[in-house]
């Protein structure tokens, strides 16, 4: 955790390589730092073969496994024994604007509609939209965008705000977050308003009205995005 935070790797990141190490740790019975190579090989395979998972997702266990192993433990000869293989690159499956449309006309609350329409309208990521507090919707008509802090790879930027989109979130907040200040969550969590709401609520989000819209085309949320 401290090599992580000195590299200033995203709290999400460090949440990833956590878990994975983790996981293989539990896996073998073994502290990580006494696995060999392999037995890091094994489960590398287990996960492809046994575990059907996606090569991306075996190539984020295989850079935390470097990580511990290069970085941490100081151990930079074993790198070539912890592979990366080649991901595969897919396209995802568009929506039409009709098919979008659907979607977000879909029934839903409120909070969803307002989360899903951000996604559409402002481009943001997942766990970008998750942390979005109410001071970071500037409405100002010669500034009219969303302030992103600290998006992937640690950098702020800055996302347009449509006056539809400003129309929706302002509904929102005088409906749904009425005695909040700007500095609180845009989205915050259901059983804790002091925490953002987690990405597996915004996908579940996008899962029902999709399937209430009768779209059939796989992917998540992010695909509003693309």
Known sequence: IDAMVLRGFAARTQETYLSAVGQMARHHHLSPDLLTDEQVQAYLLYLLQERQRSRSTV??????????????????????????????????????????????????????????????????????????????????????????????????????????????????????????????????????PARCMDRASGQRYYYLARDAAGITKVGGIHTLRH
């Open 59 to 192: 190539n984020i266990t295989s850079c935390a496994l470097r990580f511990l192993v290069c970085d941490v433990l100081g151990q930079a000869e074993r790198r070539t024994q912890i592979p990366m293989g080649r991901n595969p690159q897919r396209l995802p499956e568009i929506l039409s604007r009709a098919e979008v449309a659907a979607v977000l006309a879909a029934p839903m609350s409120l909070k969803a509609r307002a989360f899903l329409t951000t996604a559409y309208a402002s481009g943001l990521r997942l766990s970008e939209l998750c942390q979005l507090r109410g001071c970071d919707i500037d409405s100002a008509p010669d500034r009219m965008c969303i302030r992103v802090v600290q998006g992937k790879g640690g950098q702020d930027r800055y996302a347009l705000l449509t006056p539809e989109l400003l129309e929706l979130l302002r509904l929102y907040w005088r409906t749904c977050r009425s005695r909040a200040t700007g500095a609180e969550w845009l989205f915050p969590s259901r059983s804790n």
